[in-house]
């Protein structure tokens, strides 16, 4: 069924190190939305991004809609430990029988201390 | 900690074994969710109840079936499951099931291992 793309699928970085990951559909999102697992936990909900081009900050993390609205990405600004954990991107899908979220395959962030 | 209640956390049961799962939300949300996450990948969606009506994914096996008592909880029932089922079951819900403009609430799980 209809996926966002979203890599990479893993990413090591040196703790204060940048950290990004992206997202990707063939097809015009009408959002997108972004969760962070951490490891053992359950997926939080960070933010949504709605319009084209749209530029969101929460702290150390950058969100940004594209301008066709067919990729997103999220961006860490100096990672600390607590950053660890897998980042998804979803959207929502209708079809299958059953409309709701449907995540990317995510991209598990390991910081090295 | 989440405002979606999950019980049991953790479930060991056997193939000829009948259990349910339950999940309880009090934040007035309209529409609900269950999801299986296996390790390492993301969460797939198997049922939504929305605006008091349930919508299956095509590709869940009869072997699951969920339940909604009232607009707060949802159950899933199991029944001669497999041990490929094994995962970490999670509930969802959100204030409107018809748009995705609001974030969903994840429960924190109930960890299923068929034996």
């Known amino acids: 069924g209809q996926q966002v793309m979203q890599i990479p699928q893993y990413q090591h970085v040196q703790e204060g190190e940048d950290f990004t990951t992206y997202c990707n559909s063939s097809?015009?999102?009408?959002?997108i939305q972004w969760y962070k697992q951490r490891p053992g936990g359950h997926p939080v909900f960070l933010i949504q991004?709605?319009?084209?081009?749209e530029v969101k900050k929460q702290k150390r993390l950058t969100f940004q809609f594209g301008e066709a609205k067919k990729n997103s990405s999220l961006h860490i600004t100096a990672t600390q430990t607590t950053d660890v954990g897998t980042y998804f991107c979803a959207e929502m899908y209708s079809g299958g029988g059953a409309d709701g979220l449907t995540f990317g395959k995510g991209t598990h962030l390991i910081i090295q201390p | 900690d989440t405002e979606v209640t999950q019980t049991p956390k953790h479930l060991v049961m056997g193939m000829t074994n009948k259990k349910s799962l339950k999940c309880e939300q009090h934040m007035g949300h309209r529409a609900m969710y269950w999801y299986k996450q296996k390790a390492k990948k993301p969460p797939e969606l198997m049922f939504v109840?929305?605006?008091?009506?349930?919508?299956i994914n095509e590709s869940v096996p009869s072997r699951f079936s969920p339940e909604c008592p009232n607009s707060s909880l949802l159950n899933l029932h199991l029944h001669a499951l497999q041990p490929e089922d094994s995962a970490l079951y999670l509930c969802?819900?959100?204030?409107?099931?018809?748009?995705?403009?609001?974030?969903?609430?994840f429960g924190s799980g109930t960890r299923l291992t068929v034996v």
């Open positions: 991004l709605v319009k084209s081009g």
């Open positions: 969802a819900s959100s204030q409107d099931g018809r748009r995705a403009y609001y974030g969903y609430t």
């Open positions: 109840y929305s605006y008091e009506k349930l919508s």
């Open positions: 097809t015009t999102l009408s959002n």
